[in-house]
């Protein structure tokens, strides 16, 4: 494996062998001084979320970094500067990419594990900690969830309405006048915003309902409103979850949805909650 070097920020940029070809992470080290709390594992967004968040997900690993926590930002396969291309991605992969990084974690830092995933990368961070329930290896501490997503199926309809927005604009029409659930049902596979979706992947996150997973391990999810009023689904999910006896902390967080804006901007009262809970 590759030796990281620190860049001008302090992080470590590098790139870790996997199974296919390898993953691009940066690793951000605690600020010297700083007591050691353990590693924090972050699980990006789908599609072009993730190069919208890229700025707002860099600013919190830094400040993570600067409270004591060591922690790790992979671009999971067919994704970001890693290797594979977005239609060769599947959910199998990105899971075992997500165990690859979290023993990479263990060799190097003596502490608890957290994995702390933003929108799809919510949901898959829940579905990899379901998987590690019991599982030899590093313990899981706690999940930090920033605006995940409820329903993978819901997630995939809400995709398939962009790709229809865009064929209505441009004038286009779909493949042999079949809808795009028919064509994935078909074998074929959809582009959405440059991005070609899959068959394989759509039905994969078609299957991950946040709603058939009760974490066992504390939560804490940053949800982003417009009002300050949590949206119903997800406050009735939060409900099920305490009833359930997890450990849950809600936070309400009035800001603009950054990982699909226009333009790349910041979400200042999501790093703030986030670092009032971290100091």
């Known amino acids: 494996m590759n030796t990281p070097l620190a860049d001008s920020t302090g992080a470590l940029p590098f790139f870790m062998p996997a ?116 599982a030899a290896g590093t313990p899981l501490d706690q999940l930090i969830l920033w605006h995940p997503v409820l329903k993978g199926s819901a997630f995939v309809d809400q995709l398939l309405r962009i790709e229809l927005a865009s064929r209505m604009l441009s004038g286009a029409d779909s493949a042999d006048g079949m809808s795009a659930r028919q064509q994935l049902a078909a074998g074929r596979s959809i582009e959405v915003g440059g991005y070609q979706l899959t068959p394989e992947l759509a039905c994969a996150i078609d299957a991950i309902d946040l709603a058939a997973m009760t974490p066992g391990v504390p939560v804490r999810w940053f949800e982003n409103t417009v009002n300050g009023d949590v949206a119903p689904a997800a406050m009735r999910q939060a409900e099920r979850w305490t009833a359930a006896g997890v450990e849950l902390e809600l936070v309400p967080v009035q800001g603009l949805p950054f990982w699909n804006s226009g333009e790349i901007i910041e979400c200042q009262a999501l790093l703030a909650a986030t670092a009032a809970r971290y100091p």
Not at 52 to 77: C, E, M, N, P, W
Not at 111 to 116: A, F, Q, Y
């Open 19 to 134: 199974s296919p070809g390898e993953r691009f992470c940066i690793f951000h080290l605690p600020a010297p001084g700083q007591k050691p709390h353990g590693a924090i594992l972050y699980i990006h967004p789908f599609g072009e979320e993730l190069n919208k968040s890229r700025r707002t997900a860099a600013l919190q690993a830094r400040a993570f970094a600067a409270s004591g926590y060591s922690v790790l930002q992979i671009d999971l396969y067919g994704c970001g500067d890693s290797s594979g291309e977005f239609a060769d991605a599947r959910w199998h992969i990105w899971r075992h990419d997500l165990r690859l990084a979290s023993a990479w974690l263990a060799q190097r830092v003596n502490g608890p594990l957290s994995l702390w995933g933003l929108r799809l990368g919510g949901l898959l961070a829940l579905d990899v900690a379901h998987g590690m329930r019991g």
